[in-house]
């Protein structure tokens, strides 16, 4: 497997050394603040524990706002950890729960001069038109509608310095997790790899070439899915520039539909709401008496709808909703739930006299099939699918864009996710079928996936959580982590983890329409397609 990226992001002499200086200015106080209370606690295990417990509620929120100063990476780095309670204190994993990752727009004067000094000439002279206003922005670019040789086209323009910034950000960060968290470098070295792969437009629009030529030659998708055509000449440096394709993003229905169903956003983007959920579904420490927090378990990533359903409602609802669960099954209880938020959203369009949505439903599978199509037979596969990344365009296609992390795998790599996908497929739960177990558990091993003691359950339920349908079981407080933690896993292959990474988010994009679906089966019948081509 390689990820459309280069060098390691801490060797480039591309730094910004006064970013570097003014980051541990405000870290470095904090470190020797931790040093000297260790020094003063001395062997007293006790005595440790209470300072310790006493520095991280004083400094959590510094660290925070470390964060939100540099902005970027770290807040990135800092929503990645609060959905990891394991690999830091719990003070830490509640104050970075905080972070959002809204992205101011850059001035205009800036983005004239990156596009001017990439292509070599004034915007005026190259574009009929270019429209000063962002059509998005992102951590390391942002994209505005223009006109070319009378085309509507979307010009990407990266930010100037902010490769710079990135580099000092994430040497930063690697110096620091070699100070106070060692045992986390190997993810902060492939997060290196795959910022280092986003800063290069060039290996993005290869990308975006690659898959816009493998989409159009399916049968199957060429007229269900979109994908922007590249435009060669505006494509130079830090500029992308590719065919616009309108509509709006499928985020926008996605909000409208959680809306309809009274479950308020805040201001956040669907992306921050669903990680604040994921957040809110890991913490196994929370305070019982926080309602608002009991009831916000997301339908889109826990899977819970009707708890989802019943957020802002109180708790009773909410055990009313876990109750309906357990007496009508899991996907029984979603489809329950589908069907209610079908008619609030029809009553309420109907009222504001608009016109019904498309079969969201239906649309988004299209979506979860095109990735594992991606997977198999284009020359790379999106590992980055978010709502905020797909349009819903008038003609009933969808729209697919935005490929700055995409993953190119060997043969040896499809191979083996193809034979883990088909396994999948048809796999009941773990325990029902020893021989489906162990199964599993092979085909996982021969995936390179090693754990301290290869337990049988551990590695039998891993790729189910990651590719399967969604269990009720899966729902108990408890149970994935209890799973999780029966047996370290020391080894878990990039490949693996970046297709699990794609199954996860395109999953909880479906749970936001309360669907449960599986990867796994769907991604079956090309993994079976492209084993029988290359038998």
């Known amino acids: 497997m390689s990820m459309c990226g280069g060098q390691a992001c801490t060797s480039s002499n591309e730094i910004d050394d006064l970013r570097f200086l003014k980051f541990w200015m405000g870290v470095g106080p904090i470190i020797l603040r931790y040093k000297w ?91 009929d038109s270019f429209k000063q206003d962002p059509l998005g922005c992102a951590s390391i670019g942002q994209a505005h509608l223009a006109t070319w040789r009378g085309k509507s086209i979307v010009v990407k323009v990266q930010y100037p310095g902010v490769a710079a910034k990135m580099r000092s950000d994430l040497a930063n960060i690697t110096m620091l997790c070699k100070l106070v968290k060692p045992d986390v470098l190997p993810l902060i070295s492939s997060m290196c790899e795959q910022f280092e792969q986003e800063l290069n437009y060039t290996l993005e629009y290869q990308a975006l ?19 922007p055509a590249p435009v ?50 890991q913490d196994t420490s929370s305070d019982a008496n926080d309602t608002s927090q009991d009831c916000a378990k997301s339908s889109i990533i826990s899977g819970n709808s009707l708890e989802l359903v019943s957020s802002n409602r109180g708790g009773c609802i909410a ?16 489809q329950m739930a589908r069907k209610a938020s079908d008619v609030r959203l029809w009553l309420k369009r109907r009222n504001a006299g608009l016109n019904a949505l498309q079969n969201l439903g239906e649309l988004l599978r299209v979506v979860v099939r095109v990735h594992g199509y991606q997977m198999f037979f284009c020359a790379l596969f999106n590992a980055d699918p978010h709502p905020g990344n797909i349009l819903l365009l008038p003609d009933g ?27 999948l497929a048809d796999s009941p739960s773990y325990g029902v079928s020893a021989e489906t177990d162990q199964q599993l558990m092979e085909t996982v091993l021969s995936c390179g996936v090693r754990t301290e003691n290869n337990s049988k359950e551990v590695l039998a339920q891993f790729p189910r959580f990651a590719f399967a349908k969604f269990e009720s079981k899966w729902l108990e407080k408890g149970y994935i982590q209890g799973i999780i933690t029966k047996d370290k896993v020391t080894d878990y292959p990039m490949f693996l983890l970046l297709a699990g990474r794609c199954a996860a988010l395109l ?9 449960n679906i599986s990867p796994a089966q769907e991604w079956a019948p090309y993994a079976k397609q492209w084993l029988q081509e290359h038998a």
């Open 507 to 515: 999953r909880g994009l479906c749970f936001g329409l309360q669907e």
């Open 209 to 227: 070439a690659a898959i816009h030529e493998g989409i159009n030659a399916s049968p199957e998708f060429a007229s269900r899915v979109a994908v």
């Open 319 to 334: 055990s009313c909703g876990r109750g309906i669960v357990q007496l009508c099954g899991f996907d029984r209880s979603m």
């Open 397 to 423: 296609r969808i729209g697919l864009i935005d490929f700055g992390f995409c993953v190119k795998l060997d043969l040896a790599e499809k191979r083996l996710l193809a034979k883990l996908f088909i396994l």
């Open 232 to 281: 060669p000449e505006i494509s130079r440096g830090k500029v992308i520039g590719m065919e616009f394709l309108p509509g709006p993003k499928l985020e926008t229905a996605l909000q409208e539909r959680l809306e309809a169903l009274g479950i308020s956003l805040g201001g956040a983007s669907l992306k921050d709401f669903m990680m604040k959920q994921l957040q809110q579904g």
């Open 37 to 127: 209370e260790m020094l003063l606690a001395g062997n007293d295990a006790e005595n440790k524990e209470q300072r310790l417990e006493r520095l991280h509620k004083e400094t959590a929120p510094e660290a925070r706002k470390i964060a939100e100063t540099f902005g970027g990476i770290f807040v990135k780095a800092g929503q990645g950890i609060s959905a990891r309670p394991e690999i830091a204190p719990d003070a830490f994993v509640k104050e970075l729960r905080k972070l959002q990752s809204e992205v101011p727009a850059s001035s205009w004067d800036s983005v004239r001069q990156s596009l001017e000094q990439e292509l070599g000439g004034k915007v005026g002279q190259i574009f």
